[in-house]
Nanobody
Framework: QVQLTESGGGSVQAGGSLRLSCVASTYLDNSFCMAWFRQSPGKERIGVATIEGGVDLPDYDVAVKGRFTILRDYDKNAVYLQMNNLRPDDTGVYSC?????????????????WGQGIQVTVSA
């Protein structure tokens, strides 16, 4: 397993922006998928965004498409989630995840490396 460390969370008003960062403890080459998941209060964890290794093809939950952007920096061994036009229902704990192979935005159980999670709170 790889240790993943998130940063950049916090509190923001609706319409604001935040940028989450996730850095891996060991080098993840282009065979690895990177992803961001969110768990909101009282709800199951959902996939927010994924990015395929190598081709860097992104996928998004329909609720965040057009507002969030996932980016990967192989040199920094990092993945980012730029979140714009935030809404109160974006509130939750965001976790970075990694797996070798293809991405699965709807299957968190397929990921074997996870960050500790970081809180994002969006107020109305």
């Amino acid at each position: 397993q790889v240790q993943l460390t998130e940063s950049g969370g916090g509190s923001v008003q609706a319409g604001g922006s935040l940028r989450l960062s996730c850095v891996a403890s060991t080098y993840l080459d282009n065979s690895f998928c990177m992803a961001w998941f969110r768990q909101s209060p009282g709800k199951e964890r959902i996939g927010v965004a994924t990015i395929e290794g190598g081709v860097d093809l992104p996928d998004y939950d329909v609720a965040v498409k057009g507002r969030f952007t996932i980016l990967r920096d192989y040199d920094k061994n990092a993945v980012y989630l730029q979140m714009n036009n935030l809404r109160p229902d974006d509130t939750g704990v965001y976790s970075c995840a990694a797996r070798s192979g293809w991405c699965y935005i709807s299957a968190d159980y397929k990921y074997d490396s996870w960050g500790q999670g970081i809180q994002v709170t969006v107020s109305a």
